[in-house]
């Protein structure tokens, strides 16, 4: 702190990946472009002087007289002496190297011994408000990493820079999938005919494995009078994100924020007998919530969201079936992309039964059915108690990415709360009405978190089935156009996504351009392949094959049903 006398500390905990420290700069000193490295430098060299921690609690008026002159910290000193806790004072060092805060403890004993001077570094400033209002001033956060070796920063900083050159903003920009418009509005992506392809590609898949497990479309608009979310709950839990609607008669509609409310009016247009249970309904469409426009930011936080949107209602004793099957289009879904699984069973807090709806005995009954189940698929499960939804337990799925990192994706939810508010039921073998349950569940989610969480996984490398476009091919000379027609039309008819590059560019150029676009494969015709009748294949690794023209069509259809990773 001596090359700024004039800063002020103020909170400074640990978080994940190291720490940070809020300062307040504004008494005169100023941090430079080469702060954070003088101010590394000087804690590497203070770090070999502290030895060891020593503590002393100490009176408000000790601590008051400590940090004269600093009023966040004596802020914090008075909110500690409010709620009756012993103030504490940790200090490290002597004489000029002596520092000391006010903390709780739970330190290092002896950092110099402890810490490795390669292990932490100082990564970067942020501006954050005091406490985080921005009604306080405006404070330095410097950030900086620490991990227990040098090998685990470098690591650390390695895959943070691999992130950044996939980060699904600029790949989703370099490969033309999506866009936003100041006219449109933030939060609001407009899908172009690649994106498009992209989303339709992976929505048809979940619709394939859903159809083994009869799985019904379903239809329904985007807006519903404001009657359907008074009687599920919505209209109050969801009371700020939700998009209001006045009618010119003064009526009272809203956008939907989610499709299960309109679902329960399809299942209920009639009775139901036990042997049609049970019903499942499905649909893809998008739902909207009002976010605040700070958070906004790609695909990871946007208004209008597109759910893979299932709703299954059975009978209580259906449902370790039913969730089952949908499982397994989980797993064949996130496996077809190597993701790995590992599986949260949120379930209810047993000491805090007044927040959930439904007895104890159905809970227990219902999270017994969902521990068996993942002990059935020897899953790498664990439980979590107090994160179960307030109408019932669930499975959330979450996904490791190539980089090594978690995203909570797919949830499969159980739901005794819907069903009672909409008098849901069916008539049982005894001619008897018997209430039924709903099981919520989206395989991708949102598309658009998937999206961005999959173009990230991929590095803009998508597999031949994905592509948007499939198959390049570039003839060498014009002569050579006829064949390379002949090639082009045996895939377009059978449906590959086949583009021919006629442009006046040169060879270099045009092949520079199919491979910095990530196309699977292309196809290059000249002398040799048009006199013996073949093609040379390369994919994207430089890996080439020669295929016989009739063959051709075959092979790369068989890589785009088998839905093979390249
Ligand atoms: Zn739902």
Same mark, same amino acid.
């Given at each position: 702190?001596?090359?700024?006398?004039?800063?002020?500390?103020?909170?400074?905990?640990?978080?994940?990946?190291?720490?940070?420290?809020?300062?307040?700069?504004?008494?005169?000193?100023?941090?430079?472009?080469?702060?954070?490295?003088?101010?590394?430098?000087?804690?590497?060299?203070?770090?070999?002087?502290?030895?060891?921690?020593?503590?002393?609690?100490?009176?408000?008026?000790?601590?008051?007289?400590?940090?004269?002159?600093?009023?966040?910290?004596?802020?914090?000193?008075?909110?500690?002496?409010?709620?009756?806790?012993?103030?504490?004072?940790?200090?490290?060092?002597?004489?000029?190297?002596?520092?000391?805060?006010?903390?709780?403890?739970?330190?290092?004993?002896?950092?110099?011994?402890?810490?490795?001077?390669?292990?932490?570094?100082?990564?970067?400033?942020?501006?954050?408000?005091?406490?985080?209002?921005?009604?306080?001033?405006?404070?330095?956060?410097?950030?900086?990493?620490?991990?227990?070796?040098?090998?685990?920063?470098?690591?650390?900083?390695?895959?943070?820079?691999?992130?950044?050159?996939?980060?699904?903003?600029?790949?989703?920009?370099?490969?033309?999938?999506?866009?936003?418009?100041?006219?449109?509005?933030?939060?609001?992506?407009?899908?172009?005919?690649?994106?498009?392809?992209?989303?339709?590609?992976?929505?048809?898949?979940?619709?394939?494995?859903?159809?083994?497990?009869?799985?019904?479309?379903?239809?329904?608009?985007?807006?519903?009078?404001?009657?359907?979310?008074?009687?599920?709950?919505?209209?109050?839990?969801?009371?700020?994100?939700?998009?209001?609607?006045?009618?010119?008669?003064?009526?009272?509609?809203?956008?939907?924020?989610?499709?299960?409310?309109?679902?329960?009016?399809?299942?209920?247009?009639?009775?139901?007998?036990?042997?049609?249970?049970?019903?499942?309904?499905?649909?893809?469409?998008?739902?909207?919530?009002?976010?605040?426009?700070?958070?906004?930011?790609?695909?990871?936080?946007?208004?209008?969201?597109?759910?893979?949107?299932?709703?299954?209602?059975?009978?209580?004793?259906?449902? /370790? *079936?039913?969730?089952?099957? &949908?499982?397994?289009? #989980?797993?064949?879904?996130?496996?077809? %992309?190597?993701?790995? =699984?590992?599986?949260?069973?949120?379930?209810?807090?047993?000491?805090?039964?007044?927040?959930?709806?439904?007895?104890?005995?159905?809970?227990?009954?219902?999270?017994?059915?969902?521990?068996?189940?993942?002990?059935?698929?020897?899953?790498?499960?664990?439980?979590?108690?107090?994160?179960?939804?307030?109408?019932?337990?669930?499975?959330?799925?979450?996904?490791?990415?190539?980089?090594?990192?978690?995203?909570?994706?797919?949830?499969?939810?159980?739901?005794?709360?819907?069903?009672?508010?909409?008098?849901?039921?069916?008539?049982?073998?005894?001619?008897? /009405? *018997?209430?039924?349950?709903? &099981?919520?569940?989206? #395989?991708?989610?949102?598309?658009?978190? %998937?999206?961005?969480? =999959?173009?990230?996984?991929?590095?803009?490398?998508?597999?031949?089935?994905?592509?948007?476009?499939?198959?390049?091919i570039i003839a060498v000379a014009d002569i050579h156009k006829p064949y390379a027609d002949q090639v082009y039309?045996?895939?377009?008819?059978?449906?590959?996504?086949?583009?021919m590059?006629d442009?006046?560019?040169?060879?270099?150029?045009?092949?520079?351009?199919?491979?910095?676009?990530?196309?699977?494969?292309?196809?290059?015709i000249?002398?040799?392949?048009v006199?013996?009748?073949?093609?040379?294949?390369?994919?994207?690794?430089?890996?080439?094959?020669?295929?016989?023209?009739?063959?051709?069509?075959?092979?790369?259809?068989?890589?785009?049903?088998?839905?093979?990773?390249?």
């Open positions: 702190m001596d090359a700024y006398p004039h800063a002020k500390l103020t909170l400074g905990p640990a978080i994940d990946t190291g720490f940070y420290y809020d300062v307040d700069f504004s008494g005169g000193d100023t941090l430079g472009d080469d702060g954070l490295k003088d101010i590394q430098k000087a804690m590497k060299k203070l770090l070999n002087t502290w030895s060891e921690w020593s503590h002393r609690e100490v009176t408000v008026e000790e601590a008051r007289a400590v940090f004269a002159g600093n009023p966040y910290k004596l802020e914090l000193i008075e909110e500690i002496a409010a709620r009756g806790e012993t103030i504490t004072l940790y200090t490290c060092g002597s004489g000029k190297s002596e520092f000391t805060d006010l903390c709780r403890g739970g330190h290092t004993e002896n950092p110099s011994a402890e810490i490795d001077a390669d292990s932490f570094k100082l990564d970067k400033v942020a501006g954050a408000y005091w406490r985080g209002d921005e009604k306080n001033p405006m404070l330095s956060r410097i950030y900086g990493l620490a991990f227990e070796t040098k090998a685990d920063l470098e690591a650390y900083q390695a895959q943070l820079e691999e992130a950044k050159k996939r980060d699904h903003r600029k790949l989703g920009k370099e490969h033309d999938l999506f866009t936003f418009s100041d006219l449109v509005g933030a939060g609001l992506p407009l899908w172009t005919p690649k994106g498009t392809m992209i989303r339709h590609q992976l929505d048809n898949y979940i619709w394939q494995l859903r159809d083994k497990h009869g799985y019904q479309r379903v239809t329904i608009p985007h807006i519903t009078k404001k009657d359907l979310y008074v009687t599920s709950g919505h209209w109050d839990k969801f009371a700020d994100e939700l998009f209001r609607i006045t009618t010119r008669e003064g009526k009272e509609y809203a956008l939907k924020p989610m499709n299960c409310p309109h679902h329960t009016q399809i299942f209920d247009r009639h009775p139901h007998s036990y042997r049609d249970m049970p019903q499942r309904y499905a649909e893809t469409t998008m739902v909207y919530r009002d976010e605040q426009s700070g958070e906004l930011g790609g695909l990871t936080r946007v208004l209008s969201i597109t759910q893979d949107d299932s709703h299954v209602f059975c009978r209580h004793s259906q449902v /370790k *079936e039913e969730f089952f099957k &949908i499982w397994d289009i #989980i797993d064949t879904f996130y496996g077809t %992309f190597g993701f790995n =699984l590992r599986v949260r069973l949120s379930f209810h807090e047993p000491t805090e039964m007044e927040k959930y709806l439904g007895t104890k005995e159905v809970w227990e009954n219902a999270e017994n059915a969902l521990r068996e189940i993942a002990k059935a698929r020897n899953a790498d499960y664990f439980e979590a108690p107090g994160e179960a939804a307030m109408y019932g337990p669930k499975l959330d799925f979450m996904a490791k990415d190539s980089l090594g990192r978690e995203h909570q994706v797919a949830t499969i939810q159980l739901d005794m709360n819907l069903p009672e508010r909409f008098d849901l039921s069916c008539i049982n073998e005894k001619g008897e /009405k *018997e209430r039924i349950v709903m &099981i919520h569940c989206a #395989i991708m989610g949102s598309i658009e978190r %998937f999206a961005a969480v =999959l173009i990230e996984h991929l590095g803009g490398n998508f597999p031949l089935w994905l592509a948007p476009e499939q198959v390049h039309h045996a895939l377009k008819a059978v449906g590959i996504r086949v583009h590059d442009s006046n560019d040169s060879m270099g150029k045009k092949i520079r351009a199919a491979k910095q676009a990530k196309i699977p494969y292309f196809i290059v000249g002398d040799k392949e006199e013996a009748k073949n093609v040379t294949i390369e994919n994207r690794s430089g890996e080439s094959k020669q295929i016989d023209l009739h063959a051709l069509a075959n092979h790369v259809l068989t890589e785009v049903e088998t839905k093979q990773m390249s």
